[in-house]
């Protein structure tokens, strides 16, 4: 059974720091993976979507990467804003169907 | 305007009812779904349709109904056999069976039951 964890749940950060946030996944047949954004209250935004044949993808100051074999996506936010502030949420979607398949977030806050 | 819509953003009811909480989408899209939010869960897939008149159970599915007669709307009817009803409900659409399966959510419907 696919289980997607993320590391760390929870990140404070002063404005202006790189951060890395992680996501590791059990099973290494996935179709994609996505990162999206979830302010307070909201729905989902999409950042990113990564195909499983692609080893990263780039929008922005938001870079995230994928290794298939390691089980393991990272997103990388460059110059952090207080705008940032959001919980980041990885999801893998399955190989054989269009299932996703989420972590449980990382809330990220970034101060002045 | 492209996108997906849900309402209402709040929803209130007293335990024993059924309730239907509606999702439409402009995008075009083969595919939709439902999720449930709970604090310090994961999102949940409770049904999903990849076209019109056909859908599969999620991983939650029991106490739950969909339909999807029209391409556009995806409506879920909680039922008086959901145990737990209370949480935040998110519905998406994608484009189906594509390299770029990208999902877009709606805003959300917060069902509180009492």
């Known amino acids: 059974k696919q289980e997607v964890t993320q590391i760390p749940a929870a990140l404070s950060v002063p404005e202006g720091e790189n951060l890395v946030l992680n996501c590791s996944f059990t099973d290494s047949a996935i179709y994609n993976l996505q990162w999206f954004r979830q302010d307070p209250g909201k729905g989902l935004t999409s950042l990113l979507l990564?195909?499983?044949?692609?080893r990263e993808q780039t929008s922005g100051r938001l870079n995230a990467s994928l290794d298939k074999s390691s089980g393991r996506s990272t997103l990388y936010i460059a110059a952090s804003q207080p705008g940032d502030s959001a919980t980041y949420l990885c999801a893998v979607q399955l190989g054989d169907t269009d299932k996703l398949i989420f972590g449980t977030g990382t809330r990220l806050q970034v101060f002045p | 305007d492209g996108g997906i819509t849900q309402s209402p953003k709040y929803l209130f009811r007293k335990e024993g009812q059924n309730v239907t909480l509606s999702c439409e989408q402009n995008l075009n899209h083969d595919a939709m779904y439902w999720y449930r939010q709970d604090p310090g869960q994961g999102l949940r897939l409770i049904y999903y349709s990849q076209i019109v008149n056909d859908f599969q159970k999620g991983d939650i599915a029991e106490g739950y109904s969909v339909s999807r007669e029209k391409k556009e709307s995806f409506p879920l009817t909680v039922t008086s056999a959901q145990k737990n009803p209370t949480a935040f409900y998110l519905c998406?659409?994608?484009?189906?069976?594509?390299?770029?399966?990208?999902?877009?959510f709606g805003p959300g419907t917060r069902l509180t039951v009492t």
């Open positions: 990564i195909q499983s044949s692609q």
């Open positions: 998406a659409s994608s484009k189906g069976r594509t390299d770029s399966d990208e999902q877009y």
